[in-house]
């Protein structure tokens, strides 16, 4: 079965918010090309993903506010899908929302500062009903989220920069970025977030949840 690899980035907020992608997190991006870099720095559960010309699509989730940054994302896959944030204010012709089919499953994607509340369960659910989508990818809060509501998959890749909320005293957020792995009806999400230990080493984290059209949201086995 053929796999289809797509790379979802959300709320880059660049020059605005934030000056750049920060190296750590745009090094897994780097990886995923042919590229110099070593390969043995890469978690070792992802090398397996790790070839030439694997990601197939790009998914941003809005506020993409610069052209160096698009450069970079267009570098990485032609095919880079885009809707409009609350930020994109120079590009008025994006569309609110997309639908995207890879395998059996209907992926759409918003930047999400049109779901009222925002991040509220029972609007996501109202929106994926409404696109007739699987899976929901929506952004806008500047933070991950992933879970499964009455058979549906909701994801939130967070901010691929880290900045955080708009609101007094909320705090940075975690940079990061999301990969699905598409195969027929089933998706495998890696979850890449830049975190900080205890002693302030900084390191990429990598998680992975995997959801099935058929039976919802499951373990994915290492």
């Given at each position: 079965?053929?796999?289809?690899?797509?790379?979802?980035?959300?709320?880059?907020?660049?020059?605005?918010?934030?000056?750049?992608?920060?190296?750590?997190?745009?090094?897994?991006?780097?990886?995923?090309?042919?590229?110099?870099?070593?390969?043995?720095?890469?978690?070792?559960?992802?090398?397996?993903?790790?070839?030439?010309?694997?990601?197939?699509?790009?998914?941003?989730?809005?506020?993409?506010?610069?052209?160096?940054?698009?450069?970079?994302?267009?570098?990485?896959?032609?095919?880079?899908?885009?809707?409009?944030?609350?930020?994109?204010?120079?590009?008025?012709?994006?569309?609110p929302s997309?639908?995207?089919?890879?395998?059996?499953?209907?992926?759409?994607?918003?930047?999400?500062?049109?779901?009222?509340?925002?991040?509220?369960?029972?609007?996501?659910?109202i929106a994926?009903?409404?696109?007739?989508?699987?899976?929901?990818?929506?952004?806008?809060?500047?933070?991950?989220?992933?879970?499964?509501?009455?058979?549906?998959?909701?994801?939130?890749?967070?901010?691929?920069?880290?900045?955080?909320?708009?609101?007094?005293?909320?705090e940075e957020?975690?940079?990061?970025?999301?990969?699905?792995?598409?195969?027929?009806?089933?998706?495998?999400?890696?979850?890449?977030?830049?975190?900080?230990?205890?002693?302030?080493?900084?390191?990429?984290?990598?998680?992975?949840?995997?959801?099935?059209?058929?039976?919802?949201?499951?373990?994915?086995?290492?």
């Open positions: 079965m053929t796999s289809r690899l797509v790379l979802v980035l959300g709320d880059l907020f660049i020059p605005d918010r934030a000056p750049d992608i920060p190296a750590k997190v745009r090094l897994p991006l780097l990886l995923l090309l042919s590229s110099p870099y070593p390969k043995q720095s890469f978690p070792t559960q992802f090398k397996k993903l790790l070839a030439p010309n694997k990601i197939g699509q790009i998914l941003c989730l809005g506020n993409l506010t610069d052209t160096p940054t698009y450069d970079f994302l267009r570098s990485i896959a032609p095919d880079l899908q885009i809707v409009k944030g609350d930020y994109d204010v120079d590009a008025p012709n994006l569309p997309k639908v995207v089919t890879h395998g059996s499953l209907r992926i759409g994607f918003t930047h999400g500062h049109t779901i009222v509340p925002p991040g509220d369960p029972d609007a996501l659910l994926a009903r409404h696109m007739d989508v699987d899976v929901l990818l929506w952004g806008g809060t500047m933070r991950f989220e992933a879970y499964e509501l009455e058979g549906k998959f909701f994801v939130n890749p967070g901010s691929a920069t880290g900045v955080g909320g708009c609101g007094w005293g909320e957020g975690v940079p990061g970025f999301c990969l699905m792995d598409v195969q027929g009806d089933v998706l495998v999400l890696y979850v890449y977030q830049l975190k900080t230990d205890a002693n302030g080493v900084e390191n990429v984290n990598v998680e992975k949840v995997s959801f099935r059209k058929a039976t919802g949201l499951t373990p994915a086995v290492s």
